[in-house]
């Protein structure tokens, strides 16, 4: 996985309530297990019609916005527990999303591939997407190690994440990424424990 200890640049928002893991990626593509490729049906319903044709009403398909940080509605990845759904926002070039309130399974996965969940409060949501309404190249700064997020000049706030997930985000570990790096001190445990 890619290294995340900070990050800046623009958003996309997409200020939709409730956006499930069938509309981030329609169940009719998840027949790899391969985590690459996923990013062109990110959204698929909502970016294309049904002849592939891209419907130009659609934030992904304009060039107001853009950037590798999704502002989505409350109630993100709700839905089946798809992994896939993390797979495709990580391949189309998202590193994080910012949500006021996650599924418990969707940031369980986020968080395994990579892309940080960020949740703020619903207040602190709403001026984020106001700020982009006001001005769409609004600078936003992801600070992992300190936890903070910034928006323009005048928006900043903290948030939470587990000790461990965050210490593999930042040093670009996946769990088994995690076990490799402590091989040694397994080894060396082993070695202490008695075989009878």
Same mark, same amino acid.
């Given at each position: 996985m890619r290294k995340f200890i900070t990050h800046s640049g623009t958003a996309v928002p997409l200020p939709i309530e409730n956006i499930d893991t069938d509309q981030i990626i329609p169940a009719r593509f998840l027949k790899s297990t391969d985590k690459k490729g996923f990013g062109e049906n990110l959204f698929r319903d909502w970016r294309y019609e049904i002849d592939g044709e891209q419907k130009p009403d659609f934030i992904l398909n304009q060039d107001t916005y853009s950037g590798e940080i999704l502002v989505a509605g409350t109630n993100f990845g709700c839905g089946?527990?798809?992994?896939? /759904? !993390?797979? /495709? +926002? /990580? @391949? &189309?070039?998202? #590193? !994080?999303?910012i949500s006021s309130f996650f599924a418990d399974i969707f940031k369980g996965n986020a968080l395994n591939n990579g892309l940080l969940p960020i949740t703020v409060s619903k207040e602190f949501l709403a001026d984020v997407f106001a700020a982009m309404e006001q001005d769409p190249k609004v600078s936003f700064t992801i600070d992992l190690e300190n936890q903070t997020l910034s928006v323009g000049k005048d928006l900043q706030t903290s948030f939470?994440? @587990?000790? &461990? #997930? #965050?210490?593999? +985000?930042m040093k670009g570990y996946d769990d088994i @990424? &995690? +076990?490799?790096s402590n091989k040694d001190k397994i080894e060396a445990f082993e070695r202490t424990r008695s075989h009878s």
């Open positions: 089946s527990s798809r992994e896939h /759904a !993390a797979w /495709a +926002l /990580a @391949d &189309y070039g998202f #590193k !994080a999303v939470e994440i @587990d000790p &461990y #997930k #965050k210490m593999c +985000l @990424d &995690y +076990l490799v």
